[in-house]
């Protein structure tokens, strides 16, 4: 059974960092592409960024404005999201989640929450 | 990335048949066969029902089905049911920035 689990949630300040982590199991994650999506309290999907499972090419919203990395560790079968500069608006559920390899996403976690207040 | 647009909200009564719409443009749905949607409870975690357009992931009931034509893509909830009642957001990869994943604006269905 794929699992992913996500830690990190925390009560931050506009203009810290925050790092979260995600322990995927049930499957081989060296072999799949990994995305993170996030979502706003009452707000819709917004994907975050993706990486290629070598971890060699990451990609990240533009709405971001390079203010947040993705990368991976697949000896530890982690996925990570750095975030920095953090706003009030980046306020949200955070979701790591699988790519399928037909273009979709698979499997979720159970998503993390990231609070932005002063 | 912009999001694709969907209708905020559908309703209807169980047993009918509801349609939802996802409109993008030629860069994205318009472009790619790589249309998913994914269903929401209040409070889960999505799940994928439709992927590659049309294709159900086993174990999603058949009363569930998708196409597409040019720019807009479509999701149809045939035999309504309450269990249905959830919010329904499609997806498409996008040439402007491939991989990115674009997502819908979401559509709240009511089952009435």
């Known amino acids: 059974e794929v699992q992913l689990v996500e830690s990190g949630a925390r009560l931050v300040r506009p203009g810290e960092s925050l790092r979260l982590s995600c322990e995927a199991s049930?499957?081989?994650?060296?072999?799949?592409?990994m995305t993170w999506v996030r979502q706003a309290p009452g707000k819709g999907l917004e994907w975050v960024a993706n990486i290629r499972p070598e971890g060699t090419d990451k990609y990240h919203a533009d709405s971001l404005e390079g203010r947040f990395t993705i990368s991976r560790d697949n000896g530890r079968n982690s996925l990570f999201l750095q975030m920095s500069s953090l706003r009030v608006d980046d306020t949200a559920i955070y979701y790591c989640?699988?790519?399928?390899?037909?273009?979709?996403?698979?499997?979720w976690g159970q998503g993390v929450l990231v609070t932005v207040s002063s | 990335q912009s999001a694709l647009t969907q209708p905020a909200s559908v309703s209807g009564s169980p047993g009918q048949s509801i349609t939802i719409s996802c409109t993008g443009t030629?860069?994205?749905?318009?472009?790619?066969?790589?249309v998913s949607w994914y269903q929401q409870h209040p409070g889960k975690v999505p799940k994928v029902i439709i992927f590659g357009v049309w294709s159900r992931p086993s174990g999603v009931p058949d009363r569930f089905s998708g196409s597409k034509s040019g720019n807009t893509a479509s999701l149809t909830i045939s035999g309504l049911q309450s269990e249905d009642e959830a919010t329904y957001y499609c997806?498409?990869?996008?040439?402007?920035?491939?991989?990115?994943?674009?997502f819908g604006t979401g559509t709240q269905v009511t089952v009435l």
């Open positions: 049930g499957f081989t994650f060296r072999n799949y592409w």
């Open positions: 989640a699988r790519d399928s390899n037909n273009f979709y996403v698979d499997s």
């Open positions: 997806s498409s990869y996008t040439n402007i920035k491939w991989p990115a994943h674009v």
């Open positions: 030629s860069s994205d749905v318009g472009n790619y066969d790589y």
